[in-house]
């Protein structure tokens, strides 16, 4: 039991950590709490569920996943539109607001309205019913210690450590990497330095963005699709940035880990309806005594 609690922890960890790591970057580089992150997850999940739906979904799955072969490209379609969506937000609200010299106060209620307007947008379109990529019935993997395991689950797990190990090259190695990673530690001195603070902010928007299209459709794939589904997640992503570090994103992978596991382990002793009080507890003990997080960025 103890086993497939931890099992399943990492698995849903994964998930969690894709859109933490954008929630980090909000916090670190746009210097506000974006709590329209969510929402902008499940605008990615619900555009590759349009695509599916439109092009009509092969019947016949891949190999043993429960999905065909319009997966992909649905995938790549839901981070596009999500990030499309993204982009005009900002030019529309944000860009107007920081303009006006408007405080990061400002920011946060400007996105609460956002993802209002966005979760209502979701439900007109589609309903407040769930959905599911595909009905296909998976046979889950028996791995050592009687532990079980769906492919799908598997395929995201590791195409979610493939994404954090191109993100973390990218931050090291290139030359937009390191602008990023500038403006969030020092963005006067970045600015002296000659990066441009416009395009960091739109390059900003478009990874974590594509991070959260990607959770998005994840979740999808191990869960289900609906409308709130940006909005029950965005608590645990943010306890997971904040137990992190702000900036950090080997922080915020951590902290999705932890908060993941904490969860699954709580419904061997309790009830699973008690879930979501795991990140709510664990951000107020993190906040009481550790504030600045377990790996917060060195300025």
Do not use: C
Not at 3 to 25: P, R
Not at 260 to 283: G, Q
Not at 289 to 294: I, K, Q, V
Request: proline share 5%; glycine share 10%; hydrophobic share 60%.
């Amino acid at each position: 039991m103890i086993a497939q609690a931890i099992a399943d922890g990492f698995l849903n960890g994964a998930i969690v950590a894709l859109g933490a790591i954008g929630v980090t970057f909000s916090l670190a580089i746009l210097r506000f709490a974006n709590f329209s992150h969510g929402d902008l997850l499940a605008v990615g999940a619900y555009a590759a569920l349009f695509l599916l739906l439109s092009i009509g979904a092969p019947k016949v799955p891949l190999g043993p996943f429960s999905f065909g072969a319009g997966m992909g490209v649905a995938l790549l379609a839901g981070m596009i539109i999500a990030i499309a969506v993204s982009l005009l937000l900002d030019r529309l609200v944000y860009q107007r607001l920081r303009r006006r010299g408007a405080d990061p106060l400002t920011l946060v209620f400007a996105s609460f309205g956002l993802a209002l307007v966005l979760r209502s947008v979701l439900h007109l379109l589609f309903g407040p019913d769930p959905f599911n990529y595909s009905n296909e019935i998976q046979m889950a993997l028996l791995l050592p210690g009687n532990v079980r395991v769906l492919p799908d689950q598997v395929l995201v797990f590791v195409v979610t450590l493939v994404v954090l190990g191109a993100l973390a090259w990218f931050l090291q190695r290139t030359r937009y990497g390191v602008a990023m990673r500038s403006v969030a530690e020092n963005p006067m001195l970045a600015s002296v330095a000659g990066i441009d603070p416009v395009a960091i902010v739109r390059l900003t928007w478009i990874v974590s963005t594509a991070l959260a299209a990607l959770a998005g459709v994840f979740y999808g794939m191990t869960v289900q699709v609906r409308p709130e589904m940006g909005l029950n997640l965005l608590l645990p992503l943010f306890t997971a940035a904040i137990l992190g570090g702000v900036g950090s994103v080997t922080g915020a992978v951590v902290g999705a880990l932890a908060i993941s596991l904490a969860e699954s382990l709580l419904t061997l002793v309790m009830p699973t309806s008690y879930r979501p009080l795991v990140p709510f507890v664990l951000l107020l003990l993190v906040l009481y005594f550790r504030p600045a997080g377990l790996f917060a960025a060195k300025h």
